[in-house]
């Protein structure tokens, strides 16, 4: 473990004991929902790793100092403060510690924190990916270079159709990062159950998750993608989703929405423009990915061989 960042004292024991643990990111807090369907998800979700015998360690900086594993007031805080606080992907890392000020960690910033923890297993509900004509804008998440470096079993939903998904998945293709498809062949598309891409491999257990995790740690792969499709009670219509993404993205053109604000911007506006249907989706399926998380990082922890 690396004492430059601040380890709550359960985690740190879950550490030590080898026992289950699953990171979740703040972003998702702050940039993700809106308050206080925020707070209330973020907590549901760490009730959920428990129930499913983990250890939830929630990511964030809270002025300067790397944290992981939150009190229910600091996950409160980020939730109240949402956009004021920085939106934290690995570039901002150096800055907002010197700067001794807030941040919530994105998938990127989360992944490379919970490596420096030793926590190797992370749920959340979509990761970023190639934008839209990221062809000639480059928009592309910093979340995909850092599954291609950090060896962290990232589990989600897929990615939303606001981006473009065929570009995400060929993205991760030449990065070598391997997709995996929680009990299905098809790759999710965050609100909709298929994206119309297939997964590099099926996946139908948790043991069978760890194993493959477990290999990967030994070959040095780097980070690995679980995605789990939205229980189908949750889904939505293919026809409003995609309706909905199609105006958010009209309205982000118009607007001239760039960089690090083009994602929270789309992900706001398909909740307003789906009358908060799209939120309820999206916390059901966060709640579900850390269940799958969960069982797998359980699994990990069961095989007393240690490779890191
Ligand atoms: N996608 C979602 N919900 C989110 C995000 C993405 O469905 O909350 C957040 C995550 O923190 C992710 C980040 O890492 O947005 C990606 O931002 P960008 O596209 O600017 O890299
Ligand atoms: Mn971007």
């Known amino acids: 473990m690396n004492d430059f960042i601040c380890v709550s004292e359960e985690v740190k024991q879950a550490i030590k004991e080898n026992k289950p ?3 979740l990111e703040s972003t998702i807090i ?17 009730a959920v790793v428990r129930k499913n015998g983990a250890v939830p360690a929630t990511i964030a900086i809270l002025k300067g100092v790397p944290k992981a594993g939150l009190t229910k007031d600091e996950i409160d805080y980020l939730g109240k403060r949402g956009h004021d606080v920085i939106k934290v992907s690995r570039r901002d890392l150096a800055a907002v510690y010197a700067k001794k000020i807030d941040g919530a960690t ?11 923890a030793g926590i190797n297993v992370f749920a959340t509900g979509g990761i970023g990916g190639a934008h839209r004509n990221a062809q000639s804008t480059f928009d592309i998440s ?4 850092e599954l291609a470096r950090t060896p962290v079993l990232v589990v989600c939903a897929g990615a939303k159709a ?13 990065k070598g990062v391997p997709v995996y498809g929680w009990k299905t062949s098809n790759m999710p598309a965050f609100y909709t159950q298929t994206s119309g891409l297939t997964v590099d491999y099926r996946v139908d257990s948790a043991e069978e998750m760890a194993d493959i995790f477990r290999a990967s740690r030994e070959f040095n792969m780097g980070g690995s993608l679980l995605t789990v499709p939205i229980p189908s009670e949750f889904a939505m219509s293919e026809t409003a989703i995609t309706e909905a993404i199609e105006q958010a993205l009209r309205q982000a053109e118009k607007q001239n929405i760039k960089g690090k604000e083009v994602t929270p911007f789309l992900l706001e506006k398909v909740v307003e ?15 579900n990915n850390a269940a799958v998380a969960s069982n797998v ?8 061989r240690k490779f890191w």
């Open 162 to 174: 606001i981006l473009d998904l065929p570009l995400t998945r060929e993205y991760l293709e030449t």
């Open 106 to 116: 994105t998938v990127s910033a989360t992944m490379l924190l919970a490596n420096m």
């Open 273 to 287: 423009l789906t009358g908060g249907k799209s939120l309820e989706s999206n916390i059901k399926l966060v709640l």
């Open 30 to 46: 702050s940039h993700g929902m809106p308050y206080p369907k925020n707070v209330e998800t973020a907590m549901a979700v760490e």
């Open 142 to 145: 910093a979340d995909l270079e």
């Open 297 to 304: 990082a359980v699994a990990i922890s069961k095989n007393r």
């Open 21 to 23: 643990i699953v990171a």
